[in-house]
C-alpha cells in the first residue's frame, strides 16, 4: 500500500497514523434457527443506507438493511432473501425474524481468519519524505471579494422630514419598519433580523440638509453580488415632495476561487498549498492538512443521529435589540445544515410552579439543627 498524499509523517509516532491488523473481532452478531449454510456469525464489513452490512464469516451470505421497505434482511450466498423484519433501527434488531431466525448480540471476540496459528502483520517498508516548498516554482496572492454596499436615501424640497419606511432584501419574506430617527445600532439589528441578510455596518449621513438624509449598508458577511434592499412606498413619510430611493453604491463579489498554473512540464509532480491572512496575522498552510488527510470523504458511511441541542447566551442588549449567541450543537455524524430560532412573548411563557415548604414542630416547640432539600430522585 503506497500512501499518495501522507508524506512524511513519522514512523508510527502516533498510533492512529498507522494501519493496524487484528484477526479477532466484537463487531458481529450470531445467527441462528436457519440451518446450516446460514446459522453462524455474521460480521460486520460495511455500511448501507447508514446502517451496519453484516456478512456471514468464509460465505457470501449477508444481513443488510432496506431502505425501500424499511425491512432488514438476511441473503443467502446467492442473494435471495432468506429472512426479514420490518424495522427501521439503526442496528438489525434480535427478534422478529421470519423463518425462526434468531439473532444475539456479540459475546466475546471471534477469529475472522481459518488456519493453523494465523495471523496478520503490518509492517512500514519505507518512511515517506516531506514534501518541499524549497524549490517554488509558481507563488500568487490573491485578494479576497469586495462586500456589497448600498445606499438608502430620502430627500425633500425643503424642511426636513419626519416617519417611517419598510425595508425587505428584494422583497422577500419579511419586513423592517425604519424610522428616520433610528440611530445607526438600530437600524443595522433591524436589518440583521431579516432572512439572508447576515451582519451588516450601517452608517447614518446627513448629505446636504435635514432634508436630504441616507444610509449606507454594507453588507460583511454576505459575500457576492446581494439582491437590492426593497421598499414599500413612502406613505408613511411625511415632508415636503418627498422621495425614497435605494442605490448600489458597489457590487459585491467573493474574489477567485481558483487559480490557473501555466507552463508545467509533462511527467513532472507537483503539490499545492495556500493560506489565509487578516487583520490578526496569518493562518497556517493547508500542507498540515493535506498530511493527516483532513476534510477527505471517508471511506465508509457512518451511522449518524439528529445534532445535540445548541446553547444560548445573551449578549448585547439595548432599548430596541437583543444579541443572542448560541454554540455549534454536537453534530453527531452528520455537518450541521441550518438553524431555525424561535423568540416568545412573556404572553406564552406559562404560570411557574410553586411550591410551599414548612419547618415546624408540631407542639410549637423550639426548632435547632438542619435539613436537607434535594430536587429530583
Known sequence: ITFQSTMGMSACSMQSWCLTSNIDTIQYVKVSGLGQGYDGNYVQTSFTDGRPRYVLLWSSGFI???????????????????????????????????NSASLSPAVDAIPMLSGSNAISDVSIIHVAVEQSYDDVVFSADLETGQSE?????????????????????????????????????????????????????????????QCDIGWRVTFISNSGDVPMLKHSGISNLEGKDVSLDIFEMRKGNVGPRSITVDNMQTGASYTARIRAENAEGTGPYTSHSQVLNTGENPI?????????????????????????????????????????????????????????LRVFCSDNSELLGNFRLVYGS
Open 64 to 98: 443488510s438493511y432496506d431502505s425501500s421497505t424499511s425491512e432488514w434482511r438476511l441473503h443467502s450466498s446467492s442473494g435471495s432473501v432468506i429472512s426479514s423484519v420490518n424495522s427501521s433501527d439503526a442496528t438489525p434488531p434480535f427478534s422478529g425474524w421470519t
Open 149 to 209: 454596499v448600498q445606499e438608502v436615501r430620502i430627500s425633500c424640497l425643503y424642511g426636513h422630514i419626519t416617519g417611517s419606511f419598510d425595508l425587505s432584501l428584494n422583497g422577500h419574506m419579511g419586513k423592517v419598519i425604519i424610522y428616520v430617527n433610528d440611530s445607526d445600532e438600530d437600524f443595522t439589528a433591524k436589518l440583521q433580523s431579516l432572512p439572508d441578510v447576515g451582519r451588516v455596518n450601517v452608517q447614518r449621513t446627513n448629505l446636504q440638509n
Open 300 to 356: 465508509l458511511r457512518k451511522l449518524s443521529m439528529p445534532p445535540g441541542p445548541p446553547e444560548l447566551s445573551r449578549g448585547v442588549v439595548t432599548n430596541s435589540h437583543a444579541e443572542i449567541r448560541f454554540t455549534e450543537p454536537i453534530s453527531n455524524g452528520s455537518n450541521i445544515l441550518s438553524y431555525k430560532f424561535e423568540w416568545a412573548a412573556s404572553s406564552s411563557f406559562g404560570e411557574p410552579a410553586e411550591v410551599r
